[in-house]
């Protein structure tokens, strides 16, 4: 059974940074391919970013290229977020997720706001 833990959410304001995290196991992490989603208030989950096992490859989605950095630690089995000149439009609750999963976390809640 995978178990995500996500952490490092909270309230910023605007072009302010965040570094999310997230302890995996119940899994090989090494061996598995891991993700970044998001859920705006009132809107359907959707994809931020993906990093292969390695941690050599990553995509983004258009809306956080250049500004998020997707990244691991494979000794700590931990996944990271890192969040740059953050928007509004950012907001939501944050999870990770395992490409070879349908378990999800409780999420990290992050508030982009003045």
């Known amino acids: 059974q995978v178990q995500l833990a996500e952490s490092g959410g909270g309230l910023v304001q605007p072009g302010k940074s965040l570094r999310l995290s997230c302890v995996v196991s119940?899994?090989?992490?090494?061996?598995?391919?891991m993700d970044w989603y998001r859920q705006p208030p009132g809107k359907q989950r959707e994809w931020v970013a993906t990093?292969?096992?390695?941690?050599?490859?990553?995509w983004y989605a258009d809306s956080v290229q250049a500004r998020f950095a997707i990244s691991r630690d494979n000794a700590k089995n931990t996944l990271y977020l890192q969040m740059n000149n953050l928007k509004p439009e950012d907001t939501g609750v944050y999870y990770c997720?395992?490409?070879?999963?349908?378990?999800w976390g409780q999420g990290t809640q992050v508030t982009v706001s003045s």
């Open positions: 990093i292969t096992s390695g941690g050599l490859t990553a």
């Open positions: 997720h395992a490409s070879d999963s349908v378990e």
């Open positions: 119940g899994i090989a992490f090494r061996a598995s391919g």
